[in-house]
């Protein structure tokens, strides 16, 4: 009976795990004008906010990045860009994941905010100074010059 006990409560479990993930994916993503809510009140949630939704609602970002980028995958699922991390060094509690495509970078130094994007969905966010916003933008023009037409056309 003990035997038969464990494989019912695995069972049930499963389950339970199936219900909640299709519960999880049905909720869906939230309409253009429900992430344009969020976004003016700075409820940033990830995954849940597109490029669109942020630039209805605050304009066309006074810097603009996008480049071929690597992020590390956290054990909670965020992702962290290469790019904020000091070369040679994984963030704190990373483990091995890691995901790459191109990432959209837009900074809005008015508001403090450094916004990536992967896929069109806001997958990272970084409160930031003006300044530290506008040396962002500078690093990025300054490698943008060394860039050979190659860099733009070949995308793994």
Known sequence: MGIMDISWRK???????????????????????????LVQAENLVLDQITTEAVVSAWGSPPVYHSEFSYFFVMPDFSVIPQSRVATGEAPKGWKAGVHAGEGVYLAYPDRGWLLVFLDE????????????????????????????????????
């Open 11 to 37: 069972i049930l479990r499963l389950c339970g795990s199936l219900v909640l993930l299709l519960f999880v994916g049905c909720t869906g993503m939230p309409t253009l004008e429900e992430q344009q809510r």
């Open 121 to 156: 969905l806001l997958v990272y966010k970084e409160k930031l100074k003006a300044e530290e916003l506008y040396a962002l933008a500078k690093a990025w023009s300054y490698e943008d010059r060394f860039k050979t037409r190659l860099d733009e056309t070949f995308k793994p």
